[in-house]
């Protein structure tokens, strides 16, 4: 599917659930032209013309930043929680409060993305294999019976031991996690596995060499709800600071600005793969 029309899509989808069929043609339009990817560099008054445009002259130029405003808050009213488990200041979307760096559309619109992409990664990727699977720390160096298929739930602060289990060697894996409220990245990592490099066996984290083996420490999840991993196979090392192995980098985290750039440059490329699996953590 083309990427472009695939982001149109998931925004009309966004609109679907914000404008109900009784809401005003001028607030359907705004969010629709203003958030277009075509439109992103076009000022408030092209954007403001484009809807006089569509409306055949019943519009106000001058009522494009209150239609606007009016637009994130309904944006904010539905989607306002889970902008917040991301990391955003909703305070910033009110205009006049938070003083952002960012226009409030641009913060909104740069939230879009980020969903967007990790969706349209989950949706490429093969969800029919069990690679992950968690395991008592005890049970690493004996035989290791697998949980049935359908025991997916996880207990909250309990340690485990992940193992990967990928028919993949000489190539690397960017393993991505998103919780209730964090963003991680797991390898590589300091904190969890420095070694990205798959070898055909099973890679185990925390990994030898990694902050919580040298404390002697499993994997925990400290509150409930729906852990998601995303892992990426790629023959070449990626080339990201913020994946830098450095002290004041162990536990890198990822973002709107980051996953964008991973996507970028994943959208250059053939040779990759990704792998999907969720849990459940309960109390």
Same mark, same amino acid.
Request: glycine share 6%; net charge negative.
């Given at each position: 599917m083309n990427e472009q029309k695939s982001f149109i899509d998931f925004l009309e989808d966004i609109a679907t659930n914000i404008f109900p069929e009784t809401a005003s043609a001028e607030q359907k339009l705004c969010f629709g032209l203003r958030f277009h990817p075509d @439109?992103?560099?076009?000022?408030?008054?092209?954007? #403001?013309?484009l809807i006089k445009t569509e409306l055949n002259g019943g519009f106000s130029e001058s009522?494009? @930043?209150p239609i606007l405003g009016d637009v994130i808050k309904k944006i904010k009213d539905k989607f306002g929680a889970q902008m917040q488990a991301d990391g955003i200041d909703i305070a910033k979307l009110t205009?006049?409060?938070?003083k952002p760096k960012e226009a409030p559309w641009k913060i909104v619109y740069g939230w879009f993305r980020?969903?967007?992409i990790w969706?349209?990664?989950v949706e490429k990727a093969n969800k029919h294999c069990e690679w992950i699977d968690f395991l008592n720390p005890e049970l690493r160096n004996g035989i290791?019976?697998?949980?049935?298929r359908q025991q997916r739930q996880l207990q909250v602060k309990a340690p485990y031991l992940m193992r990967i289990e990928l028919q993949h060697s000489s190539r690397n894996l960017l393993l991505? @996690?998103?919780g209730g409220e964090t963003k991680y990245v797991l390898t590589p990592s300091m #904190?969890? #596995?420095?070694k990205c490099q798959l070898d055909g066996k099973a890679m185990w984290i925390p990994q030898d060499g990694s902050i919580l083996h040298e404390y002697n420490k499993g994997i925990e999840f400290d509150t409930p709800g729906k852990e998601e991993f995303v892992g990426i196979v790629l023959d070449e090392t990626l080339d990201f600071d913020w994946l830098d192995l450095r002290d004041d980098n162990h536990a890198p985290t990822w973002d709107e600005t980051r996953l964008s750039q991973l996507w970028s440059y994943l959208e250059g490329k053939e040779n990759w793969q990704v792998f999907y699996q969720c849990f459940e953590v309960v109390e």
């Amino acid at each position: 599917m083309n990427e472009q029309k695939s982001f149109i899509d998931f925004l009309e989808d966004i609109a679907t659930n914000i404008f109900p069929e009784t809401a005003s043609a001028e607030q359907k339009l705004c969010f629709g032209l203003r958030f277009h990817p075509d @439109n992103r560099k076009l000022e408030h008054t092209k954007i #403001a013309e484009l809807i006089k445009t569509e409306l055949n002259g019943g519009f106000s130029e001058s009522s494009i @930043n209150p239609i606007l405003g009016d637009v994130i808050k309904k944006i904010k009213d539905k989607f306002g929680a889970q902008m917040q488990a991301d990391g955003i200041d909703i305070a910033k979307l009110t205009p006049g409060r938070g003083k952002p760096k960012e226009a409030p559309w641009k913060i909104v619109y740069g939230w879009f993305r980020m969903k967007w992409i990790w969706q349209s990664l989950v949706e490429k990727a093969n969800k029919h294999c069990e690679w992950i699977d968690f395991l008592n720390p005890e049970l690493r160096n004996g035989i290791v019976i697998p949980q049935p298929r359908q025991q997916r739930q996880l207990q909250v602060k309990a340690p485990y031991l992940m193992r990967i289990e990928l028919q993949h060697s000489s190539r690397n894996l960017l393993l991505l @996690n998103q919780g209730g409220e964090t963003k991680y990245v797991l390898t590589p990592s300091m #904190a969890f #596995a420095p070694k990205c490099q798959l070898d055909g066996k099973a890679m185990w984290i925390p990994q030898d060499g990694s902050i919580l083996h040298e404390y002697n420490k499993g994997i925990e999840f400290d509150t409930p709800g729906k852990e998601e991993f995303v892992g990426i196979v790629l023959d070449e090392t990626l080339d990201f600071d913020w994946l830098d192995l450095r002290d004041d980098n162990h536990a890198p985290t990822w973002d709107e600005t980051r996953l964008s750039q991973l996507w970028s440059y994943l959208e250059g490329k053939e040779n990759w793969q990704v792998f999907y699996q969720c849990f459940e953590v309960v109390e």
